[in-house]
């Protein structure tokens, strides 16, 4: 089962699912825009990048940007350093990674290996199993142990809101697509596949789907601010190294205190909120 391609065997034609690709496709760009528009994204960025270099301490040049925009790919985007749970981390990572190879395999098997007649490289149709198991592996270990509702405030699990649009469709997308494959082909398991894939691609403006694009962005703006001194107007974190940061007034009580305090707050793991 995992090296055949499940759609070369559909009794539908190659025009009707590549138009459907192409339908999300668009779903997804159109949501994305109205959700700009709706948040106003794009104008907060705006503002909050004019408001940045006016209280700025230094220029940022082009090849530093260039610099921290690759760091922000690697770091935030490739391998979301910005979670502090390896828990939380390695799921998403898998989440993601499923998503983005699940996706791409859709697109290769439809457009390019539509039919039985045009034999599908066995790699490309494995790779769409594979893509499509880590994003049920990673969503359901986020979805029964780590969402901060059900782990750290006794929360059932089965509880649904509005923000778990996205999570629950992408969930049913994905554990579809596997049940039909290995189903041999069974047309309702189909028919549940593609009203999950609908819904997680039609609901972009209610679900959390354009945080993806949203996220990269406000990270690199959040190096470009640390770049160039403005900090978004907060102040430098204090140095108790520094003997003029030591002789604020507000480092008074910290003064003689070690510099190695301990965990502290991190010593457990937080259980309520």
Do not use: C
Request: zero cysteines; hydrophobic letters at 45%; charged letters at 20%.
């Amino acid at each position: 089962m995992l090296t055949t391609n499940p759609f070369s065997e559909l009794p539908i034609s190659d025009f009707i699912m590549q138009a459907y690709v192409v339908l999300m496709f668009l779903m997804v760009i159109g949501g994305t825009i109205l959700d700009t528009i709706h948040k106003k994204s794009a104008q907060y960025f705006f503002e909050n990048s004019e408001k940045a270099q006016k209280s700025a301490k230094r220029s940022v040049g082009g090849g530093e940007k260039m610099s921290l925009a690759i760091k922000t790919v690697a770091s935030e985007v490739l391998t979301s350093s910005e979670f502090a749970s390896s828990r939380r981390r390695m799921s998403h990572l898998l989440t993601m990674y499923g998503f983005v190879t699940f996706v791409a395999m859709t697109a290769i098997l439809i457009f390019s290996y539509p039919t039985a007649a045009t034999p599908t490289p066995e790699i490309l149709s494995t790779l769409w199993h594979v893509g499509a198991a880590m994003i049920a592996l990673g969503g359901y270990w986020f979805w029964f142990f780590i969402r901060v509702d059900v782990s750290s405030e006794g929360v059932s699990w089965y509880r649904l809101t509005r923000a778990d649009i996205f999570i629950v469709s992408l969930l049913t997308t994905s554990t579809f697509a596997l049940l039909w494959s290995w189903s041999d082909k069974n047309m309702v398991l189909f028919a549940l596949f593609i009203v999950s894939s609908t819904a997680l691609f039609s609901t972009v403006l209610w679900s959390k789907f354009a945080h993806m694009f949203f996220k990269p962005a406000a990270a690199y703006q959040k190096r470009v601010t640390k770049a160039d001194g403005s900090r978004e107007n907060l102040p430098e974190l204090a140095d108790r190294s520094n003997p003029a940061d030591t002789d604020r007034h507000s480092m008074e009580l910290l003064k003689d205190a070690p510099l190695n305090m301990g965990p502290g707050i991190k010593r457990e793991a937080p259980r309520h909120y």
